[in-house]
């Protein structure tokens, strides 16, 4: 289990970022572009990945990574459960939203 402020944390440990309010959520933002917002109510991240490396991610289990079940999923938003994902592998999936976003600027 990673507690939400440990996970606003590492996001925020990269350069550029920053945090703001996505309506009833966090948003931690690099260029004004959001790579994961985080959900108080229900203790899980949202990040926004390629759709090759959501396959990837999801391949680890898909409990704790998976698309959003929407039209969003399909564009590489992930869901990661923060009750259930290990603090590396966390870490990893929050740098790989981050390069992603970074990578379009």
Not at 14 to 32: A, G, L, M, W
Request: proline share 5%; charged share 25%; net charge neutral.
């Amino acid at each position: 289990m990673v507690f939400l402020e440990s996970c606003k944390s590492i996001a925020l440990s990269f350069p550029e970022t920053v945090e703001e309010p996505h309506f009833d959520k966090i948003s931690i933002r690099i260029n004004q572009k959001i790579f994961i917002t985080l959900d108080l109510k229900k203790n899980i991240a949202t990040l926004k990945l390629t759709p090759s490396a959501q396959d990837l991610f999801s391949l680890f289990d898909t409990k704790i990574v998976y698309p959003v079940p929407n039209k969003w999923g399909l564009q590489g938003w992930t869901v990661v459960d923060l009750n259930l994902v290990e603090t590396g592998f966390l870490k990893e999936i929050i740098e790989e939203a981050y390069q992603t976003v970074l990578k379009k600027k």
